[in-house]
C-alpha cells in the first residue's frame, strides 16, 4: 500500500478528529456564553491538547520476548477529548464566567475550525483530483 502524503490516511484522521474537537469546544463555550448571567452557572471548557501532549509524552517499550507486555503510546485518535469545569478563580457576581475569556475562546475555536475544514477540503479534492486523473 502506498504511505505518501496525498494517500496517507493518517492526515486525514487527525484532520477529522480536530474539526470533532473544535465543534464540541464551540458547543461548550457557546454554552457558556448563553449562562453568564445564570446564577450558580460554572463554566466548562474542553480540555484536549493537555490529554494528546501527555500522551506524546508517554514511554515506548520493544518487546524482545512473547512473554513480554508492549508498551506503547496510545493511538493520538484514541484520545478523547473531556469538558471539565474551569478553575479561573474569576467571579462576575453571579457566577464564574468570564464573558472577555469566552469571546476570545470562541474566536479562537472558529478559526482554528476553518482552518481545519479548509485543509480536509483541500486534501479530499487532492485525492478526488488524483482518482479522476486531473492536475491540479
Not at 478563580?89 to 472577555?100: A, C, L, P, S, T
Not at 478559526?111 to 488524483?130: C, V
Request: glycine share 6%.
Amino acid at each position: 500500500m502506498i504511505k505518501t502524503g496525498l494517500f496517507d490516511s493518517a492526515h486525514l484522521g487527525a484532520l477529522k478528529k480536530a474539526v470533532d474537537v473544535y465543534a464540541r469546544r464551540h458547543k461548550v463555550t457557546a454554552r457558556n456564553i448563553a449562562n453568564v448571567e445564570t446564577p450558580g452557572y460554572r463554566a466548562e471548557k474542553v480540555k484536549f491538547e493537555e490529554l494528546l501532549d501527555r500522551n506524546r509524552m508517554s514511554i515506548q517499550g520493544v518487546v524482545t520476548q512473547s512473554g513480554h507486555i508492549p508498551i506503547r503510546p496510545q493511538d493520538p485518535m484514541d484520545v478523547q477529548e473531556q469538558v471539565v469545569e474551569t478553575e479561573n478563580g474569576f467571579d462576575n457576581g453571579v457566577n464564574n464566567v468570564d464573558i472577555d475569556d469566552q469571546m476570545t475562546t470562541l474566536a479562537t475555536t472558529d478559526l482554528s475550525y476553518r482552518m481545519a475544514t479548509r485543509l480536509l477540503s483541500m486534501r479530499y479534492n487532492m485525492l478526488s483530483s488524483a482518482i479522476k486523473g486531473r492536475v491540479v
